[in-house]
């Protein structure tokens, strides 16, 4: 069974930084391409970063691009989401994903339950 959990969220005023974080379980991590993505209130879900199976590649949407940087370690099966220079547009719950299918088209196989990250203005 496959198991992903995501922890790192919190509040956080504008400017400032957090890190997720993305334990999988069920599944050898260096095997698939992760991200994550996000869903604000009220708002449709979107994607934010991928990175591939070897961590060779990243892609993001472009409005996180230069703020955001995914990585991950296959040893510890974990990927991690570091956000820096976060606006208040950037609250949403963002969820850790196993990926699928190509830039732009990118879709989740499995995914996590989520962590809520808010930024005060």
């Known amino acids: 069974q496959v198991q992903l959990v995501e922890s790192g969220g919190g509040l956080v005023q504008a400017g400032g930084s957090l890190r997720l974080s993305c334990t999988a379980s069920g599944l050898t991590l260096s095997s698939y391409n992760m991200g994550w993505f996000r869903q604000a209130p009220g708002k449709e879900r979107e994607f934010v970063a991928r990175?591939?199976?070897?961590?060779?590649?990243?892609d993001y949407t472009d409005s996180v691009k230069r703020r955001f940087v995914i990585s991950r370690d296959n040893a510890k099966n974990t990927v991690y989401l570091q956000m820096n220079s976060l606006k208040p547009e950037d609250t949403a719950v963002y969820y850790c994903?196993?990926?699928?299918?190509?830039?732009?088209?990118?879709?989740?196989?499995?995914w996590g339950k989520g962590t809520l990250v808010t930024v005060s203005s």
């Open positions: 990175s591939r199976w070897d961590g060779g590649s990243t």
């Open positions: 994903v196993v990926v699928t299918g190509q830039s732009p088209k990118y879709e989740g196989l499995y």
